[in-house]
C-alpha cells in the first residue's frame, strides 16, 4: 500500500459526458502528478500540481483541467469524453516539488462507451 | 522535446536468467528513477540514482547510472517468477517538474 488513495477504482460512462478522479496524496506529500496510461502502453504525464499550485503540464488536452486543494487533495476533470479517452489514470505523490520519487495510486479505470 | 527511451520493448526468459534493460536520455538528467509495475497494478518506485557513475544493488537487482547521467541500466540477476511486470525508467525534464517515463521493458518469466 503506497498511501495513496484514488477514487473511483471504475468508471464506466458514455461520450460526451463529464467525470471527475479524485486522489488523495500521501501523509506529508505536498505534490501531486496525474498520468494516463492506456492499454499496454507507457505512462503519460499530464500535470503535476505543488501545495496547490501548477508546478508542470504535459500532454493534457484541453478538455481536461485538474486542481490541487487546500488540504492536498487534487481533482482531475475530464469533460466532453471521448472513446480515446478511455485509459487508466494514475495519481502520484512525492513530498518535493522537483521529480524524484513518486508514491502511486492505485489508479482509476475509465471505460468510455 | 527531450525523450527518454528505453530497451528492450519486451523480454521474455527462463526462469534462473539474468535480464537487463537499458534507458537512454537524449539530455542529461539530474536523477534517475526506476518503476516496476506488475500486470493489473501501479507503479511501484524501486530506487533512484542521482549520482554519475553509481550503482545500487537491492538483492538481485543492480541499477547503474551512466557517467554522462544519460543512460541507466537495471539488470537482474537469476530472474523468477515474481520479477515478471514492466519495468520503467524515468527522470525529470529540464525544468525539473516534469517527469518523463521511458515506454517500460515488460519482463516475462517462463517457470
Known amino acids: 500500500d503506497s498511501g495513496v488513495t484514488q477514487t473511483p477504482k471504475h468508471l464506466i460512462t458514455a461520450t460526451g459526458q463529464r467525470v471527475t478522479l479524485r486522489c488523495s496524496p500521501r501523509?506529508?506529500?505536498?505534490?501531486v502528478y496525474w498520468y494516463q496510461q492506456s492499454l499496454d502502453q507507457g505512462l503519460q504525464f499530464l500535470i503535476q500540481?505543488?501545495?496547490?499550485?501548477?508546478?508542470a503540464k504535459g500532454n493534457i488536452l484541453e478538455r481536461f483541467s485538474a486542481q490541487q486543494f487546500p488540504d492536498l487533495h487534487s481533482e482531475l476533470n475530464l469533460s466532453s469524453l471521448e472513446l480515446g479517452d478511455s485509459a487508466l489514470y494514475f495519481c502520484?505523490?512525492?513530498?518535493?516539488?522537483?521529480?524524484?520519487?513518486?508514491?502511486f495510486g492505485p489508479g482509476t479505470r475509465l471505460t468510455v462507451t | 522535446g527531450q525523450q527518454v527511451m528505453q530497451i528492450p520493448q519486451y523480454q521474455h526468459v527462463q526462469e534462473g536468467e539474468d535480464f537487463t534493460t537499458y534507458c537512454n536520455s537524449s539530455t542529461t538528467l539530474s536523477n534517475i528513477q526506476w518503476y516496476k509495475q506488475r500486470p493489473g497494478g501501479h507503479p511501484v518506485f524501486l530506487i533512484q540514482l542521482v549520482k554519475s557513475g553509481e550503482v545500487k544493488k537491492q538483492k538481485r537487482l543492480t541499477f547503474q547510472f551512466g557517467e554522462a547521467k544519460k543512460n541507466s541500466s537495471l539488470h537482474i540477476t537469476a530472474t523468477q517468477t515474481t520479477d515478471v511486470g514492466t519495468y520503467f525508467c524515468?527522470?525529470?525534464?529540464?525544468?525539473?517538474?516534469?517527469?518523463?517515463f521511458g515506454a517500460g521493458t515488460r519482463l516475462f518469466v517462463k517457470a
Open positions: 500540481y505543488y501545495n496547490g499550485e501548477e508546478r
Open positions: 524515468a527522470g525529470p525534464n529540464t525544468g525539473g517538474f516534469k517527469t518523463i
Open positions: 502520484a505523490s512525492s513530498g518535493g516539488d522537483i521529480s524524484y520519487e513518486q508514491y
Open positions: 501523509s506529508g506529500d505536498l505534490s
